[in-house]
C-alpha cells in the first residue's frame, strides 16, 4: 500500500517546516544568509559527502551537496529557495 500525498504531508511534515518559516525575498536581502546557511548545514546532517557555499557566482549563495551511491547514474535537483515579496 503506498501512502498517500496527504499522509506524506503530515508524517514528513517536520522536515520542511522550519525552512518553510524563513522570510527569504531575495530583491530586498531578507533572509537569505540565514536560509542558505540552514540549507548548507541540512545537507552535512544529511550525510552528503561533499557540501559547499559558493558565495561568487553573483546573486544569493549557491548550496551545492552530493551523496555518493552505488550507481553510476546521477539525479540532480535544482530549486530556488528565495521568494517573491507579498
Same mark, same amino acid.
Given at each position: 500500500?503506498?501512502?498517500? @500525498?496527504?499522509?506524506?504531508?503530515?508524517?514528513?511534515?517536520?522536515?520542511? #517546516?522550519? @525552512?518553510?518559516?524563513?522570510?527569504?525575498?531575495? $530583491?530586498?536581502?531578507?533572509?537569505? $544568509?540565514?536560509? #542558505? !546557511?540552514?540549507? &548548507?548545514?541540512? &545537507?552535512?546532517? @544529511?550525510?552528503? /559527502?561533499?557540501?559547499?557555499?559558493?558565495?561568487?557566482?553573483?546573486? !544569493?549563495?549557491?548550496? &551545492? #551537496?552530493?551523496? !555518493?551511491?552505488? #550507481?553510476?547514474?546521477?539525479? @540532480?535537483?535544482?530549486?530556488?529557495? /528565495?521568494?517573491?515579496?507579498?
Amino acid at each position: 500500500m503506498t501512502e498517500s @500525498l496527504q499522509e506524506y504531508t503530515l508524517n514528513h511534515w517536520q522536515d520542511f #517546516s522550519d @525552512l518553510l518559516r524563513f522570510k527569504t525575498i531575495a $530583491a530586498q536581502d531578507i533572509g537569505i $544568509a540565514e536560509t #542558505s !546557511n540552514w540549507i &548548507f548545514q541540512q &545537507f552535512k546532517q @544529511l550525510g552528503a /559527502d561533499h557540501v559547499e557555499k559558493w558565495t561568487d557566482q553573483g546573486g !544569493n549563495p549557491v548550496i &551545492f #551537496s552530493d551523496f !555518493n551511491g552505488n #550507481s553510476d547514474r546521477i539525479v @540532480l535537483f535544482y530549486n530556488h529557495y /528565495d521568494t517573491q515579496p507579498a
